[in-house]
């Protein structure tokens, strides 16, 4: 009997007639509820066995949140600010504005640095006097004590050598230099990394880059675009540099580049002008097997549609092979200030183990799929439906409530990825609404690193 009921249940599990059980969502740990009326972003910090979470409450104040992993209990403090010159607020406590995002960075001692929530204003910096200890965090506003008055865009990241490093915005778009600092834990003062800016707009423009990417090949590559003013559409001049210790800069030959880098000194990626579909929301960097710069972007094509191309510096000469990827019969139509929302993101090119690429896409328009590029050509071989979250491992996704988006970030420790998720109402240009929804609940997830596990390409 027990054997007639075995086969019995084989031959219905065949058939189709038995269906497994989906697999729970997983459980979540809610640390908060936060601020919802318009997108942020937040820092979240998986690093030496600690984690730690910097957000804006339901009131959107600067709160911190912080534990050591394996333990159940957090520590929470909202550090204290000071206002801000020519705006109703304090310097914890953020605005409408979707450029007041927050970053995190632990030193080599394991002390923590946060800065964020400024948009031309001036600069936000907190750090702990003891390491991974957030009750000794102390507000200080103060790196260099020079151009520190209009700031925006804080990266907090780390060169070959592991040192802190930091890099801002000093003025503002179409009018502004990117900064760099570097930390000595040793004396707990920051200093310039080169004696002038970076990029330099020379009081007519700005630079607006990526973050400088640590390459297979051991250098640091940069790539931006330069903006004329406030208006978006204004984004022309893709360009591209690289450096092995941020003091030395050089092009994709290895031609020596004079600092600052201006609009005249940088190499050119794409001659695109104002107008003609450069966006700097819509850009990213990967690497091929020969380890070169893959550099894919948003532009308009000769009919001012919507496409996407990809770049890869010529072997052996000068200029870069641009391929287009896309063949879209819509056109992202974006102009004027504040923060817009993106109706076509693009992912890092990654390497297959086979040498080809791929580029996963999103459109508001259109959809989303990835592409598969050739190694050596750079032509679109394949066009691939869009890579899914592996059901049994992602967070509820969807969002709760009409007119919400998601946000999300993760990190990874430990054979763990570590996903904190909240919602929002979408961009609004950085204006006030009316009215907010009510707050949503900032929530952690530990799930398998199944990305990691079961990577079916090689990383870049």
């Excluded at 570097?182 to 003062?189: C, E, I």
């Excluded at 992202?332 to 080809?356: C, H, M, Q, Y």
Aim: with cysteine; proline share 7%.
């Amino acid at each position: 009997m027990k054997l007639f009921v075995r086969l019995l249940l084989m031959a219905l599990w065949l058939a189709g007639r038995i269906v497994a059980a989906p697999a729970p969502a997983p459980a979540g740990e809610t640390i908060d509820r936060v601020w919802s009326g318009h997108p942020v972003g937040f820092a979240f910090l998986t690093e030496r066995g600690h984690q730690f979470i910097a957000y804006y409450d339901a009131e959107r104040r600067l709160t911190l949140a912080g534990r050591k992993l394996g333990t159940p209990t957090w520590t929470r403090v909202q550090p204290a600010g000071v206002p801000v010159p020519r705006q109703t607020r304090l310097t914890n406590v953020t605005n409408w504005d979707s450029h007041n995002y927050l970053r995190l960075a632990l030193d080599r001692d394991g002390c923590l640095h946060l800065s964020g929530n400024m948009h031309v204003n001036p600069l936000v910096y907190y750090r702990t006097r003891a390491p991974f200890d957030l009750n000794t965090l102390e507000r200080l506003d103060r790196m260099t004590g020079e151009r520190e008055t209009r700031c925006t865009y804080p990266v907090f990241f780390k060169n070959a050598a592991g040192e802190l490093l930091f890099r801002y915005r000093d003025g503002a778009s179409g009018n502004g230099s990117d900064l760099y600092n570097r930390y000595d834990p040793d004396t707990r003062s920051w200093r310039r990394m080169i004696e002038t800016p970076l990029l330099e707009g020379e009081g007519r423009r700005n630079g607006y880059a990526l973050e400088p990417t640590l390459g297979p090949d051991g250098r640091f590559h940069l790539v931006w675009m330069w903006r004329e003013s406030p208006d978006c559409a204004t984004n022309h001049t893709l360009s591209y540099a690289r450096s092995r210790d941020f003091v030395h800069w050089e092009n994709s030959r290895g031609e020596p580049v004079q600092l600052p880098i201006t609009r005249a000194t940088g190499e050119v990626i794409d001659a695109a002008q104002p107008g003609e579909g450069l966006i700097n929301m819509t850009f990213n960097l990967g690497f091929d097997a020969a380890q070169r710069p893959v550099v894919v972007y948003h532009r308009y094509d000769a009919k001012h549609r919507s496409q996407a191309y990809v770049a890869r510096p010529r072997a052996g000469a000068a200029g870069w092979d641009v391929k287009q990827m896309s063949t879209w019969d819509f056109c992202w139509a974006f102009s004027g200030g504040g923060s817009i929302n993106g109706e076509v993101k693009l992912g890092a090119p990654r390497r297959e183990r086979d040498g080809t690429l791929l580029v996963d896409y999103w459109t508001q328009e259109s959809g989303s799929g990835r592409w598969r590029l050739h190694a050596d050509t750079l032509e679109r071989i394949a066009e691939l439906p869009a890579a899914a979250a592996p059901a049994a491992t992602a967070p509820r996704s969807a969002p709760s409530a009409p007119g919400t988006e998601v946000q999300s970030i993760t990190t990874r420790a430990d054979g763990r990825r570590w996903v904190l998720r909240w919602e929002t109402l979408g961009r609004n240009r950085d204006k006030p609404r009316a009215s907010a929804p009510a707050p949503t609940e900032l929530t952690l997830y530990a799930l398998p690193d199944v990305e990691t596990s079961n990577a079916t390409h090689v990383g870049s």
